[in-house]
């Protein structure tokens, strides 16, 4: 098994989409249909709207993906946490603790604002 890098695969992108479909296509090309399908449904929405938030949400989901997927270790971790939830088989309190914590850094590496908690 090869190791993990430590350091991010590519530098951060710029929260716009052109940006982030040349990160996904660079780290993640398998999620480029997703991406083009997000895209779209929120370009329409945002058309039917006259509104501006459907973009946004689009900006800020995918700049939070690449700012974990640029991070193998992290993604990784990332996806590790999601398997013990979904096994049902322990307490999922401090996964998603954890989930939270990696989410902020995202956030915060993107360069977004973070969600306020649930609750």
Same mark, same amino acid.
């Given at each position: 098994?090869?190791?993990?890098?430590?350091?991010?695969? =590519?530098? $951060?992108?710029?929260?716009?989409? /052109?940006? %982030? @479909?040349?990160?996904?296509?660079? &780290? +993640?090309? !398998?999620?480029?249909?997703?991406?083009?399908?997000?895209?779209?449904?929120?370009?329409?929405?945002?058309?039917?709207?006259?509104?501006?938030?459907?973009?946004?949400?689009?900006?800020?989901?995918?700049?939070?993906?690449?700012? =974990?997927? $640029?991070?193998?270790?992290?993604? /990784?971790? %990332? @996806?590790?946490?999601?398997?013990? &939830? +979904?096994? !049902?088989?322990?307490?999922?309190?401090?996964?998603?603790?954890?989930?939270?914590?990696?989410?902020?850094?995202?956030?915060?590496?993107?360069?977004?604002?973070?969600?306020?908690?649930?609750?």
């Amino acid at each position: 098994m090869t190791p993990l890098p430590d350091g991010p695969l =590519i530098p $951060r992108p710029e929260p716009v989409p /052109a940006a %982030l @479909r040349a990160a996904v296509a660079e &780290i +993640a090309p !398998g999620r480029l249909p997703a991406l083009t399908r997000h895209l779209f449904e929120a370009a329409t929405h945002a058309h039917r709207t006259r509104s501006l938030a459907p973009l946004r949400a689009f900006s800020h989901s995918w700049a939070v993906f690449v700012a =974990i997927e $640029r991070h193998p270790r992290r993604a /990784a971790r %990332l @996806r590790e946490l999601e398997d013990l &939830i +979904a096994t !049902g088989e322990r307490d999922p309190a401090a996964a998603l603790a954890e989930i939270r914590r990696i989410l902020v850094t995202a956030e915060a590496e993107a360069g977004l604002p973070s969600a306020p908690p649930p609750g």
